[in-house]
């Protein structure tokens, strides 16, 4: 199983960021993604969920900015981040297929 989360980088408070995580190993469309964070000095955070018939969860604090979407064509899930806070600074990662994939960075400045 393999998870390649890519897309992050550095943006303004307000703007957007799309992130991407490629997967590859496992029957992609069969299993519920995750997109979860880890900001520094803090514990991992759940931030979203897709289930396989894609239904959606989103953690209180992302509601209404984020949205989790997924092609299973491409064996890809995505996080589409708008109206970026500094508080959602950073690293995000995909989870799914019993697999925790690379991170990638995001950092919002004030």
């Known amino acids: 199983v393999q998870l390649q989360a890519s897309g992050g980088g550095l943006v303004q408070s307000g703007g957007s960021l799309r992130l991407s995580c490629a997967a590859s190993g496992f029957t992609f469309r069969l299993y519920p993604m995750t997109w979860l964070r880890q900001a520094p000095g803090k514990e991992v955070e759940w931030v979203s969920t897709?289930?396989?018939?894609?239904?959606?969860a989103y953690a209180d604090s992302v509601k209404g900015r984020f949205t989790i979407s997924r092609d299973n064509a491409k064996d890809t899930l995505y996080l589409q981040m708008n109206a970026l806070k500094p508080e959602d600074t950073a690293v995000y990662y995909c989870?799914?297929?019993?697999?925790r994939g690379q991170g990638t960075q995001v950092t919002v400045s004030s």
């Open positions: 989870s799914g297929g019993s697999a």
């Open positions: 897709i289930t396989e018939a894609g239904t959606t």
